[in-house]
């Protein structure tokens, strides 16, 4: 359970005890409790804490209590709510079964049968609860939950609740809004105060249309398409896309499916009699509505100044538009669903264009061997890849958006939107952390911890700033081409500089965080590695170098990593994109060597860096937060599926066995840099620092014989290298350091041998060598590899390239190693670390031990946040002010 949760857990302990975390939604996270007063499952929803400071906690319960009187068999009725320990709660039955979302997911299209039967379900639910007075305004398939096959609607009054309470008329301001684009009617859309019953007529009528074709009647890469395509287009005809569905159900639809609200059914009953109706046409319910269905022309005449509204939008997101409207642009929120994962260990893996018009990301190919970037316009629906754009990272866009520079196989490169050959600026072997392309033609970027400057059609390198016990990340080149901010790292928290390009003046701006960005009106946005919610904006004047002003949470759940780097990209227009915060749960698996899969009886969490105890009956395993940035290490005893935490500082990754299995070494940030540490197996909480130096090291890795600990540190000249601290000694001994990157250390069963990966030719590939040495070393891999792990006895090497798990024999002769043949054991589609490897092989060879996605990755998400920067600021960070 989340820390976080603490204090809410103790403070509801006589009456609910929090199992688990269930899923998290734009609104609150739910948890499985136990009710135990009642002796029974329960559905704990808290609301989120931003969301609660905004609404207002006293009066949103008011308001949600007012629907803890519907009672009806499709609805998923309201058991308790109230505040806890500063946190709005409220509880509602646990129903076994999913959502109508996995279904359409699963099936696609469901049969038509059941989708009009789930459909008159919740018809009869709407009608019960429009009755009493109730619209429920966030009608979609995530809520509407199927249990035994048949429709219940959850969340029934919380949209209405957020809306009435205190805070309500500003969750658009802070791009909380209410509803769903591909459902929302177009008067709810367009924030209309007075919403009635027949906005949930219109969901419901696309929630039917997709359940019977796959999709919602109007998509588009962006809210504001589909916004027009509400006002403007007619929902392509359900019986041309599916020739067996009835002409009373495509019908039906279509009524529901009308632009204005008095065209639409007069109510949720008349809409489920004519589902029911095989004679029903149209003209029956023009005829009992006395309203005829108007022309096309003639209603986009009475649309007309909402469609102005929404395409005045389009225009300001496609074309940077400078003059704003007299009334302040909605604040639109929506999601881009991807084919296959964003991928992206360091930087941000995102990227848009200046004017906001254009989008690039790092993502797998959908065959999963490779890496490779794609740009996507946002008012359109496709994303195109960029030929020969192979294992790369952090891409940004030139000034004018036509092209694209990135990270990659060590060397900075870019490439032209429009296709063409790959244009290398720098040599290779580098570790990067951001870049930023100025107005004026030249390229600012971060490796190993300096920053240079370069010119966008390459040349010789300059360098900006370097210091020996500091590192500069993050670069952002400001419009004047002439100043650049960057974070400063190293003797104290991580702090937001500026660098005056004329002068080499550097100036502290006053704030504590990392991942500095220009965003549009005049804003710093940046971010803090604490966790959910971790990005903030405060008022910035580009030219005094100043900021002032409240400093407000970005209302938005970026993924921020435990190094400070924001999975997020920006328009200077104020458009942002970002991976979301709540990772993916994973689960932890058991393979053979022929690829066959066997759970562990654990339930999905943020395992990673699994590793098997000397006995073979254990696993130690790091479990991650939200975000994977305050890690703890747990011990899985394999005959009964128990795990036990190890660690208590939430700040533990990394585990390694001492030889003897009594001890988990690991790495932690408990004292602030990471450090090697070692605790107790059994739980008891016992630990011992091992090694507490300059810098983080990382990786502790016990040799099997006692005689000392390898382990990888990060230099700010050489960055990775790799260092062995003998058993007893207080110094260590330089193992590997290069100018390359080395990682992912694996040590041979009788301690004698090293195995790891470097990147010194250019791309990843694995090495043996003496441990701790002298002596040279012998590549194992050719063609990529990756987390390399010791077979049985030390006979075998294997290691993860590409798409596979392979595995070479090893042969050690008079201490020289000699490789034999490669063989693929099976594909490998499993969750992967980088740095450390993310897997491992038991002691007698028999299983491997993998992480995988559970469900639906949140990295095959990216989602749009447009003109939140426009609204008046309406929450403050602790009240203070930066003057």
Known sequence: MSSDLGGLSTALADRYRIERELGAGGMATVYLAHDVRHDRKVALKVLRPELSAILGATRFLAEIKTTANLQHPHILSLFDSGEADGTVFYVMPYVEGETLRDRIKREHQLPIEEAVRIAREVLDALEYAHKQGIVHRDIKPENILLHGGHAMVADFGIALAAAKSEGGTRMTETGMSLGTPHYMSPEQAMGEREITPKADIYALGAVLYEMLTGEPPFTGASAQAIFARVLTDEPRSLTLQRKTIPPNVGAAVNVALQKLPADRFASAAQFADALGKAEYTAATTRAKAAVPVRPLRERAQTLAPWLLTVLVGVVAVRGGLQTRAPAARPVIRYTLELASPIVG????????????????????????????????????????????????DQPFFSPNGEWVAFWSNGALQKVAVAGGPLVQLTPANLTFAGGSWGLRGDIVFSVNGKLLRISADGGAVDTLLRHPTKSYRWPEVLPDGETVLFMTAGGGPYRIEALSLKNGKVTDLGVTGTNPRYVGGNQLLYATPEGLGGVFAVSFDPKRLRVSGPVVPVPADVRVTAGGSAKLGHSRNGIIAWLGGSAARRDLVLVDPAGRVQTTGTQPDLYESPRFSPDGRRIAVGIGDLLGGRPDIFSLELARGTLSRVTFDSASVYPEWSPDGLWIHYASARRGDYDLWRSRADGSGVSDSILIAPNDQWEGVPSPDGRGVVYRVIDPLTRRDILWLPTGASQPVAVLKTPFEERGLAVSPDGKWLAYVSNETGADEVYVRALPGPGGRVQISSKGGEEPRWGFRGRS????????VYTVDV????????????????????????????WDVAPDGSRFVFVRDSGVAAERQIKVLVNWFEQPRAAVVGGARRD
Do not use: C, K
């Not at 690039?360 to 190919?365: E, H, L, N, P």
């Not at 693929?824 to 670390?833: C, I, M, N, T, V």
């Open 797 to 804: 090497l294997l290691y993860r390239a590409r798409d596979s």
């Open 345 to 392: 260990l360091l930087g941000s893996p995102i990227a848009l264009s200046h004017d906001g018009s254009r989008m690039v990301f790092a993502s797998q190919t959908l065959d999963g061997s490779q890496v490779r970037l794609y740009v996507r316009r946002l008012d359109q629906d496709s994303a195109v890849s960029l030929t020969n754009t192979e294992n790369t």
């Open 811 to 838: 042969t050690i002769v008079a201490s020289e190693v000699r490789v034999g043949r490669h063989r693929a054991l099976f594909g490998d589609s499993y969750w992967r670390a980088g740095n450390h490897a993310g």
